[in-house]
DNA sequence: AATTCGCTCGCACACTGTTCGAGAATCGTC
DNA sequence: GACGATTCTCGAACAGTGTGCGAGCGAATT
């Protein structure tokens, strides 16, 4: 094996092409994000991609080295998609950036599948995690403990998201419903349930539940994030000064 | 489109074969396992997959359904090597249930890849989140709060895993160093700091630090897990009766 | 002995990502 | 204008993919 080197298309520099006619970067990458969204994962390929341009698929080929690189800068663009804060507050930023990257994840659930295979270089990438960095540090982290109070929180945020999006996607691309999907479960659960009557008692409550699912989401995920957030407060030289707007709710 | 129905291999039963000749699930799945951990995410395939068990490939289908199906069931194996412990105190059993999905991850780095694209609905994943909404229904969280803070310390444990293992595994697959591909990032790095000085600092420590990488790694998983327990012990009716534990580090 | 069942597997289909090399279009320079 | 260089497009081809179909096999049941 020869001496490999780490490659993405954020090592390699990119002349940004010299007429407006034909195929550019951006406008392939556009319509990637658009097929993506359209009908998914598994139904990108690169001849589709080439014919929604009206183009032959290998002309491709010229502004993209492989199919992975197009899918790190589709990923770039969902992080572009996160509407970066303005704010002193350091948790009115981190939960700003965590809602906007958790929204961006929803509405475009393939961000998922290729986090999973590939690493997140990309500049808008960079400047989420610059803009919590940021905020971190002036609320009173210090060296390392800001990196890792960043890492904890898009964590979290990624990690809480990303299976909800791969979960309601799939029910959307196979056009079922989440009743019925929560239906076809039933049985599975119940199995599992048997074993386990924490999980049946859970389950239970969930059914008969009046909050819709969404919504149960969204408080779910509010309260990992609280939780977080108010747990990271507790490791700043002095917490008391902040602690408060959190309890407003 | 017709009303379609939500499948997966836990919906269906499954009877578990009569002899003890020829290929059998739990065979496959072992194999499939041992394959994937050995040559990764993207060498698997059904004809690879039948030469390594001295079949032909269509010959899994009798098995297994296809090939998502197969990797649902390697999915739950992964869960399924996370060892449960046995514990009173909630939080020993949340942070030690953490850390072993954590070594189960980086063990298996392809299982960030299938979480990304499938359910995780398999009879170990539902142990190991029933035994930490066990353990939180011991501390005395109540209803909801139990499915809430249970998914938020899963939630962590994945995010925070998950790309971790993916890039090393990543770096592995290629043959490159972890020195090596830090030399090819820099340039990249270098330019996203241009417009990102708080990166820059960031970068400059991680590259001028004498913990090896692998210790930063664990430390910053550390960082994000207590803080996740400490707000959720907040979260508790009396957090003061627990609070002390992860004081003595 | 005949039949049914559980299981294996070769063939075939439609498709994939990517390489190569021939060609077209456009540019800078004379 | 003309000519060479550069930038870009794309058809053909290759090796490989998941999986449906249906012919066949051995063993258990009738």
Known sequence: MPEQRFTSVWTREHKPRRAQ???????????????????????LSMRKLG?????????LYWHVANKNELLELAMDEVFGA???PDSE?????????AWGLRAAIMAHPWFTFVLGSLPALGPNAMNCS????AALARAGFQKHDIDYAGAAILSYTIGATAPEAAYTSALKSRGITMEQ????LAPAVEEAARAH??????????????????????????FGLVSMLDGLSMRLPRSADMSADHLTK
């Open 21 to 43: 006619q034909g195929l550019s970067r951006e406008q392939i990458v556009r319509a990637t994000v658009e097929l993506l969204d359209a009908e998914g994962m598994e139904a």
């Open 51 to 59: 014919a929604r341009l009206g183009a032959g698929a290998t002309s």
């Open 82 to 84: 996160v509407r970066i």
């Open 89 to 97: 507050s350091w948790r009115e930023v981190t939960s700003n950036v």
């Open 130 to 133: 610059a803009t919590l960095c």
């Open 181 to 184: 999907a929560q239906r076809d």
């Open 197 to 222: 009557p924490e999980i049946h008692a859970r389950f239970q409550e969930a059914v008969e539940s009046t909050i819709d699912p969404i919504a149960h989401r969204q408080l779910s995920f509010d």
